[in-house]
């Protein structure tokens, strides 16, 4: 790690009780851990990441296929792995989940890039992975960067959901959602609206909810219209204007479900694609 604050991220990191570094020793148990992460998120099937035998690893791997290449079986330097574990000491001290942060900071963004966030079932329903995300957060700012970023795939639609009802940005939805959780990026709600459509609110000015944007469908074709009180605040934020639409888009999406008997989050059309690129319309 040649940023100095990136460093410091990671003493921070690895003095919390709740987390502990992956020795080297352990390198090969934490990808096993990541294999079942990748296994329960793909298809739905739990799968025990110390009972995995050579042979079920190498079924397990041939049958995600590209799903690797999210990256998060990788056994490079560019992340610092930690076992996820309780302050109170836990399953007798075995870890709890794993989670990876990245050592460099890329194109400048001052956003590290977070990877392998998974929780074993029996750990489940405590708010572990959230209070991982928050040490993450809260780390980064306090050596003066933004925050972190994260990818998932469509496929993994309970994962999306989590993001999402964790009120993080989604920053790209082309080949994979991309999420943030950013300093600059407001605290954000969905709400259903009395017309059948979805609207984003950001907080403003002292924390008021403040509406953003507007998306529903209308003849089958995704449609997105910014408020008029938006239009009219003088000191709307950039980022929020570039990452509502994706954002809100996803929303609408996970709450009209798979299409079929996927499981998967149902992909944008190449109309709603356009759609999510061009301007939104003016408000009536």
């Not at 990788?74 to 610092?80: L, N, P």
């Not at 000491?89 to 890329?106: H, I, Q, S």
């Not at 309970?158 to 940005?169: A, I, K, N, Q, S």
Request: proline fraction near 6%.
């Amino acid at each position: 790690m040649k940023d100095d604050q990136v460093a410091r991220v990671h003493q921070r990191l690895a003095a919390r009780p709740e987390l502990r570094r992956v020795g080297l020793g352990e390198r090969r148990r934490f990808g096993l851990w990541e294999l079942a992460s990748l296994a329960e998120a793909a298809f739905g099937e739990c799968v025990d990441p110390d009972s995995l035998t050579g042979a079920g690893e190498k079924r397990w791997r041939l049958r995600l296929g590209p799903a690797l290449r999210l990256g998060a079986h990788r056994q490079d330097d560019s992340r610092v792995r930690y076992w996820i574990r309780s302050p109170e000491g836990g399953r007798d001290g075995e870890p709890l989940g794993t989670v990876a942060v990245g050592t460099w900071l890329p194109y400048g963004v001052g956003a590290l890039h977070v990877t392998s966030l998974y929780v074993h079932p029996v750990a489940r329903r405590r708010g572990l992975a959230s209070a991982v995300l928050d040490l993450v957060y809260d780390a980064c700012r306090a050596e003066g960067l933004h925050g972190f970023r994260l990818g998932t795939q469509g496929t993994w639609r309970e994962t999306v959901r989590h993001h999402l009802r964790r009120g993080l940005w989604v920053t790209s939805w082309r080949e994979s959602p991309g999420f943030a959780r950013l300093s600059y990026l407001p605290r954000y709600e969905v709400e259903e609206s009395g017309e059948g459509e979805l609207a984003l609110l950001v907080a403003g000015a002292g924390g008021r909810l403040v509406p953003v944007l507007f998306a529903g469908r209308a003849g089958g074709r995704l449609c997105l219209r910014e408020s008029a009180e938006y239009r009219r605040t003088p000191d709307r934020i950039d980022a929020v204007r570039l990452y509502a639409r994706p954002t809100l888009v996803l929303h609408l999406a996970v709450r009209e479900g798979p299409s079929g008997n996927s499981d998967a989050v149902p992909s944008l059309t190449p109309d709603d694609r356009k759609a999510v690129r061009r301007p939104p319309q003016e408000p009536t």
